[in-house]
């Protein structure tokens, strides 16, 4: 009796594994390919291990701001904090100190009204005086809000920027947390 093999067809994939393997331009492109997702996972592991390991700060304490109070708030100052204006609502932006600390491509914002810069995408320093924005279009002021409201969804609200001669109000700690969730929910 003779006995014939029975040959299978070579699968869809082994075709195509060998196929690929055959051509020396699709072998360097591979290795290519590799390469590049290994450099990009060795970058990533190296950044997670080169940035320094930064104390929390506390929770700060909801207050009203002058201009020249929020000067202080530049992330120059020892612990760091990073304070910023937008449509006359402080915010703490610390957790995203990389952008708007020293050095962070924001950083003419930090300590500052940063209304004028986003309405107008200029990213300069602003003035040193309060800015009413009643000069700005009404598309501009459109922009303001949206980035109030980014960031009142992303950062810890602290308290009011205080037009000349405003006074600031006196902020209880019980009045701090319920004004702290009513904000989130505006």
Known sequence: MDTEKVVEPPSFLSTIATEVFQCPLNIVLLSLIAFLVYRIIKSRQDEQRTEPEEKPIPKMKKKDFTVAE?????????????LMAVNGRVYDVTKGKRFYGPGGPYAA????????????????????????????????????REWE???????????????PGEQPNNYSDEEDESNTEKSKDD
């Open 149 to 163: 409201t980014q960031f009142n969804e992303k950062y810890d609200y602290v308290g009011r920027l205080l037009k």
């Open 70 to 82: 929020l000067k202080n708030y530049d992330g120059t100052q020892e612990d760091g904090r990073v």
């Open 109 to 144: 914002f930090a300590g500052r009204d940063a209304s004028r810069g986003l309405a107008t995408f200029n990213v300069t320093a602003g003035g040193d005086q309060y800015d009413d924005l009643s000069d700005l279009s009404t598309l501009e002021m459109d922009s303001v």
